[in-house]
């Protein structure tokens, strides 16, 4: 079975501060997602990478870094949390393109206070 | 602009009665198409997905989708739903016209079904 692990199940962040969320999968997927979601909003793209070093804007990509190092491991990075990034944030892989489904990790709902 | 509608956001419905959920899209290349689950409490999994073939696809739990490609839709059917089948689902459509990666979602429904 594919594995898509998120470090954290809850994290509360003060405005302004530098946040990490991690990401990690265990089936050699060449790409991985960052989407965000919100009620009445589904899940929108925040960045996606296709390869190692890879990184592609998604929909709503301002605010928001992400740094792939390791085929791996896929993080976002808030520069800066602001209260309207209060949000479940949802990590996901898939294999290939085109003809292939994304598997995804268990969330990672963030309060930025 | 390009996206995917979800024409019910709430769907409350009976045990044992048949269910609809109605999705649509605007990109008119050739897509893959998915409806997703999210159990409560749950990570988001795959219910069924088309790629090509036939039209009428099956998924897990008795769940079926049809692929209506005049009409870009692709809608969810179960004959009787079950209590456990409360949850959110989420239609999604992947464009293989800008490279196959980036797949978009609708913003869901969600479905209580009573006892």
């Known amino acids: 079975d594919v594995k898509v692990t998120q470090s954290s199940r809850y994290l509360v962040k003060r405005t302004g501060e530098k946040v990490f969320l991690e990401c990690v999968q265990d089936?050699?997927?060449?790409?991985m997602f960052w989407y965000r979601q919100d009620p009445g909003l589904g899940l929108r793209l925040i960045y996606f990478?296709?390869?190692?070093?890879?990184?592609e804007k998604g929909d709503i990509p301002e605010g928001y870094s992400v740094s792939r190092e390791k085929k791996e491991r896929f993080s976002l990075i808030l520069e800066s949390a602001s209260t309207n990034q209060t949000s479940m944030y949802l990590c996901?892989?898939?294999f290939g393109q085109g003809n292939t489904e994304a598997f995804f990790g268990q969330g990672t709902r963030l309060t930025v206070v | 602009a390009q996206s995917v509608s979800q024409h019910n956001h709430h769907v409350i419905l009976s045990e044992a009665a048949s269910l609809e959920l109605g999705c649509n899209y605007s990109?008119?290349?050739?897509?893959?198409l998915f409806w997703y689950v999210q159990y409560p409490g749950q990570h988001l999994q795959l219910l069924l997905k088309?790629?090509?073939?036939?039209?009428l696809v099956k998924g897990i739990k008795g769940f079926e989708a049809e692929f209506i490609k005049s009409k870009f839709s692709f809608n969810l059917r179960k004959p009787s739903v079950q209590w456990s089948d409360t949850a959110e689902y989420f239609c999604?459509?992947?464009?293989?016209?800008?490279?196959?990666?980036?797949?978009?979602f609708g913003a869901g429904t969600r479905l209580f079904v009573k006892a």
């Open positions: 996901a892989s898939s």
């Open positions: 089936m050699d997927h060449e790409n």
């Open positions: 990478s296709y390869d190692v070093k890879m990184k």
């Open positions: 990109y008119g290349g050739t897509v893959n």
């Open positions: 088309y790629f090509s073939g036939d039209p």
């Open positions: 999604a459509v992947k464009p293989l016209n800008t490279g196959g990666f980036k797949t978009i």
